[in-house]
């Protein structure tokens, strides 16, 4: 059986308030008491409960992470960067997955981080008033992924430009019937890529004088399996598009298997770009808008954390994104094609 607290106490013939401040390194003990407490706490082996120095310390040394969905690629790698500076740091991390909007009802009228938590981090959430307001009622640190809102910090790309070079790009090539695929703008959770990066697709159709047609636009809810039904809809079209923006790479994965499956061939009869570079978007040969998902995810943390050290004032950080041309726009720019040039 281990030893306890009391036990320290009873040997060194302290206090365990006294046990307790000596080994935290608290200065109000003498030297004599603390080396008798140290000598007393090896000879038996004691180790103190982290938990209960923490609340000793009115600090939990844990980071509330709060995400619309959990089963998803985005939101893994931003939890994986999140988790790995957490840890370096000394701190846990709490997932809060909402997962509908009954959950995220629930969340921010229940607040469970109350009280367990020393900041909290919301990821690609457009927070309505009153769950800003509820965030801000426990006057803790609050960061935001993916928006910006005031008074908070936040980490972010800019979704409507990185959107508007990817169409842009099929633009350059000639097409003028290009398709949207991506998230439902409707969705009660209020996910923010499907707004932004839909704006940033309609704003450049609309510099180049075209028109914007809703027929073009399908749902895919960002995953392979909407990716395809979206494309067979648009691919039963009177007239089909010759180019597809898809708002992630999962959904463009989804398109190019539905257009070879028809016979067609991408990006001959079809060009299809998406959107993050995911890790397989090269192996597919895929062009995209390249974001430093997990750059995001550590960058906030760690603002969160010096905001815990320095009380830092709430900041507001844009990365930058790269349009990544590959295969499924320009063939000349294929990564197979370029491993065969040498031959």
Same mark, same amino acid.
């Given at each position: 059986?281990?030893?306890?607290?009391?036990? +320290?106490?009873?040997?060194? &013939?302290?206090?365990?308030?006294?046990?307790?401040?000596?080994?935290?390194?608290?200065?109000?003990? /003498?030297?004599?008491?603390?080396?008798?407490?140290?000598?007393?706490?090896?000879?038996?082996?004691?180790?103190?409960?982290?938990?209960?120095?923490?609340?000793?310390?009115?600090?939990?040394?844990?980071?509330?992470?709060?995400?619309?969905?959990?089963? $998803?690629?985005?939101?893994?790698? #931003?939890? &994986? @960067?999140?988790?790995? #500076?957490?840890? @370096?740091?000394?701190?846990?991390?709490?997932?809060?997955?909402?997962?509908?909007?009954?959950?995220?009802?629930?969340?921010?009228?229940?607040?469970?981080?109350?009280?367990?938590?020393?900041? +909290?981090?919301?990821?690609?959430?457009?927070?309505?008033?009153?769950?800003?307001?509820?965030?801000?009622?426990?006057?803790?640190?609050?960061?935001?992924? %993916?928006?910006?809102?005031?008074?908070?910090?936040?980490?972010?790309?800019?979704? +409507?430009?990185?959107? $508007?070079?990817?169409?842009?790009?099929?633009?350059?090539?000639?097409?003028?019937?290009?398709?949207?695929?991506?998230?439902?703008?409707?969705?009660?959770?209020?996910?923010?890529?499907?707004?932004?990066?839909?704006?940033?697709?309609?704003?450049?159709?609309?510099?180049?004088?075209?028109?914007?047609?809703?027929?073009?636009?399908?749902?895919?809810?960002? *995953?392979?399996? %909407?990716?395809? /039904?979206?494309?067979?809809?648009?691919?039963?079209?009177?007239?089909?598009? =010759?180019?597809?923006?898809?708002?992630?790479?999962?959904?463009?994965? &989804? @398109?190019?298997? =539905?257009?070879?499956?028809? %016979?067609?061939?991408?990006?001959?009869?079809?060009?299809? +770009?998406?959107?993050?570079?995911?890790? *397989?978007?090269?192996?597919?040969?895929?062009?995209?808008?390249?974001?430093?998902?997990?750059?995001?995810? @550590?960058?906030? /943390?760690?603002?969160?954390?010096?905001?815990?050290?320095?009380?830092?004032?709430?900041?507001?950080?844009?990365?930058? *994104?790269?349009?990544?041309?590959?295969?499924?726009?320009?063939?000349?720019?294929?990564?197979?094609?370029?491993?065969?040039?040498?031959?």
């Amino acid at each position: 059986m281990s030893a306890s607290i009391e036990d +320290v106490a009873k040997r060194a &013939g302290v206090s365990i308030a006294t046990v307790s401040r000596s080994l935290r390194g608290l200065p109000d003990v /003498a030297a004599s008491t603390r080396d008798r407490v140290v000598t007393a706490a090896r000879e038996l082996d004691y180790v103190a409960s982290p938990f209960a120095a923490r609340l000793a310390s009115g600090r939990s040394s844990t980071l509330g992470v709060v995400v619309p969905f959990i089963n $998803r690629w985005f939101f893994a790698e #931003v939890l &994986g @960067a999140v988790e790995t #500076v957490l840890s @370096a740091a000394g701190y846990d991390l709490l997932l809060h997955n909402l997962g509908d909007s009954d959950g995220r009802e629930r969340f921010f009228s229940m607040l469970p981080v109350r009280k367990r938590v020393d900041a +909290v981090l919301v990821v690609s959430l457009a927070l309505s008033d009153y769950e800003v307001e509820a965030l801000s009622s426990l006057e803790l640190p609050v960061g935001v992924l %993916g928006v910006k809102h005031p008074g908070l910090f936040s980490v972010r790309i800019d979704d +409507v430009a990185a959107a $508007r070079s990817a169409v842009r790009h099929l633009l350059s090539l000639g097409h003028r019937r290009i398709a949207l695929i991506g998230g439902d703008t409707d969705d009660p959770m209020r996910f923010t890529p499907p707004h932004h990066r839909g704006t940033g697709y309609r704003d450049a159709l609309t510099d180049a004088g075209i028109d914007v047609d809703p027929a073009l636009e399908g749902l895919g809810y960002f *995953t392979v399996a %909407g990716g395809e /039904a979206a494309m067979l809809q648009l691919l039963a079209l009177d007239e089909r598009p =010759t180019a597809v923006f898809a708002e992630s790479d999962e959904m463009a994965y &989804g @398109a190019m298997r =539905t257009i070879r499956r028809a %016979g067609l061939r991408v990006p001959y009869d079809i060009a299809v +770009v998406g959107f993050d570079d995911h890790a *397989t978007a090269g192996l597919l040969d895929l062009s995209t808008v390249r974001q430093p998902v997990a750059e995001q995810g @550590a960058l906030l /943390a760690r603002g969160l954390l010096a905001s815990l050290a320095h009380d830092t004032e709430p900041s507001d950080l844009v990365l930058d *994104t790269e349009l990544v041309v590959r295969g499924s726009t320009v063939p000349a720019a294929s990564v197979y094609a370029q491993v065969g040039s040498g031959d």
